[in-house]
């Protein structure tokens, strides 16, 4: 995925230069060339790297010395809001920003602080200018003395990819949707490793959810504080198909809201459900999700994405976005600290889809590595602030118990059969003591 450059010159939107800084910056007038950017944004009162709760205004003033905007829009987030003209032709102002609920749905409370993406958009003379993206915090929560924490050595773990016996037997719990995978050699790599192959069904009963899935959890060993890396190899069959004893993984259709869910998961970090109090915000689930879904036509078939979710509801778009990369090997790690407050959890991605001998990192938001972010729901049995917030606090012990799981998850009649193919999944302290390696030279 290509980074976003971040900073708040305004550049025509089709621009090839963007700068790199995270503040207002000056740079040449457009009219000096094709390719030069307009300094135009005098200020934003959104200040990159600044914490902000409750309702907060937000006003762009622009530069006396340029000709006056006649449209200018502020991004949050995935939503767009449309700025009007406030004191003179050069000071714009939006509907003010109530921090306390959620960015898509302000119906909803935000159940945490997170970090959000601001962008203003403006059409001068007929040219729409854009600035790169900057970063703020919501503050809403108060999560008092968390722990630091750090690598546990205990957290360390490894699948076991000799045999399907000792692949159970490494596992914590009973793996869902057993009898529809099997242990099997490297198809590439014959002689240097085995993987595991999950071929989940339509036709066959998964339980409580109905949903049909494969799933192999990792010990539940991620706690507040935690922090580590967990690494993995897939490989997507080349037969776009969901047919039977196709033996392929397909390309996503699109979901149909209120029918059918055409998603399909691969990779989950998550925490239990089951036991949490029945007040937790609706639509709880997995804090991290790998799947491959679309939701209009205009995104591309045959890419996996870790998505936006309800902790992270600033993100402007994908956080990662990748091909399925067809018969071949994808290696991915994912480094976490583990956190309900999004100033110490923070989350960094690294891949190989065959161009390298190890994983590399993946430029995330704003260009960073190493992304703050929410990566744990917090342990508590009232999690939301009053809708009519005022200066609340959340009372946290620490998240729960969180683990990694390998799966092909999807709901039910959306696909005959899904097949994929996965090995190396393991846990541990750096980069390099998870890297599955698949291109190693």
Do not use: C
């Not at 899904?418 to 980069?431: E, F, K, Y």
């Amino acid at each position: 995925m290509p980074a976003l450059a971040v900073g708040a010159a305004m550049a025509p939107a089709k621009a090839s230069a963007v700068p790199a800084s995270d503040s207002v910056a000056s740079v040449k007038d457009a009219e000096a060339g094709p390719d030069a950017a307009l300094s135009a944004v005098r200020s934003f009162s959104l200040v990159s790297g600044e914490t902000y709760k409750g309702v907060v205004p937000i006003r762009i003033e622009f530069d006396e010395r340029l000709a006056a905007p006649s449209i200018v829009t502020v991004r949050l987030g995935r939503t767009t809001r449309i700025a009007r003209r406030g004191d003179g032709d050069r000071v714009w102002v939006t509907d003010d920003w109530d921090t306390t609920v959620k960015l898509a749905d302000p119906t909803q409370v935000s159940p945490s602080n997170h970090l959000v993406w601001a962008q203003v958009s403006a059409v001068i003379r007929g040219l729409e200018y854009v600035t790169a993206p900057v970063h703020v915090f919501t503050g809403n929560y108060d999560y008092g003395d968390l722990p630091d924490g750090g690598w546990d050595p205990a957290m360390e773990w490894a699948a076991d990819y000799s045999s399907m016996q000792a692949f159970d037997d490494s596992h914590e719990a009973s793996i869902v949707g057993q009898r529809y995978s099997r242990i099997a050699a490297d198809p590439i790599n014959p002689r240097r490793r085995n993987i595991l192959q999950a071929f989940p069904p339509d036709t066959a009963d998964y339980g409580a959810t109905g949903q049909p899935r494969f799933q192999a959890q990792s010990p539940s060993d991620w706690y507040e504080g935690s922090e580590g890396y967990v690494g993995f190899s897939i490989l997507v069959p080349n037969t776009d198909s969901a047919r039977y004893l196709s033996g392929g993984f397909p390309h996503v259709e699109l979901s149909r809201p209120g029918e059918t869910n055409m998603h399909i998961a691969i990779f989950q970090m998550y925490g239990p459900q089951a036991t949490e109090p029945s007040d937790y915000p609706d639509g709880r689930g997995a804090i991290t999700i790998i799947d491959a879904n679309r939701n209009s036509e205009e995104e591309p078939i045959d890419r996996f994405h870790i998505a936006a979710n309800q902790l992270n509801g600033g993100d402007p778009g994908f956080l990662v976005d990748f091909d399925y990369n067809r018969g071949k090997w994808t290696d991915i790690v994912l480094g976490f600290h583990m956190s309900a407050d999004v100033k110490r959890g923070w989350i960094e991605v690294y891949l190989n889809l065959g161009d390298h001998d190890r994983v590399q990192p993946v430029p995330l938001f704003g260009g960073m590595l190493r992304l703050p972010r929410v990566t744990a729901w917090p342990q508590t049995s009232t999690p939301a602030v009053p809708p009519a917030y005022s200066d609340g606090t959340l009372i946290t012990g620490g998240s729960r118990r969180n683990r990694m799981d390998m799966q092909v998850y999807r709901s039910r009649s959306a696909y005959d059969q899904v097949v994929l193919n996965h090995t190396a999944h393991r846990i541990g302290p750096t980069v390099e003591s998870v890297d599955p390696r698949s291109y190693r030279r």
